[in-house]
C-alpha cells in the first residue's frame, strides 16, 4: 500500500482554511456534528468554492477523496 499523498492538514490548507492541530480541532468542535441527512459538499459553512472542491473530488475519487471522507467522518463524531 502506497503512503498518502497528503495529509489531513493539508485538505485544511486546500480549503483555504488554518491547517494547524488546534485550528482543525477547532473546526471539527465549531461545525461538529453534521447531521446524517446532509451530504458533507452541501453542509452550509462552506464558501461555494470549498463545496465545488468537496464534490469534484469525491466524484472523481481523487487524490484528496479519502481525506475529504475522513473529515466527513470527523464532523459527524
Not at 5 to 26: V, W
Not at 49 to 77: H, I, M
Request: glycine residues 4%; aromatic residues 10%.
Amino acid at each position: 500500500m502506497d503512503p498518502p499523498i497528503h495529509q489531513f492538514s493539508d485538505l485544511f490548507s486546500q480549503l483555504g482554511l488554518p491547517a494547524d492541530e488546534p485550528a482543525i480541532r477547532q473546526f471539527i468542535a465549531t461545525h461538529g456534528p453534521l447531521r446524517a441527512d446532509i451530504v458533507l459538499a452541501d453542509a452550509p459553512f462552506w464558501t461555494a468554492s470549498q463545496a465545488a472542491f468537496l464534490r469534484e473530488e469525491k466524484l472523481e475519487d481523487a487524490d484528496w477523496a479519502e481525506l475529504v471522507d475522513q473529515l466527513d467522518l470527523a464532523l459527524r463524531g
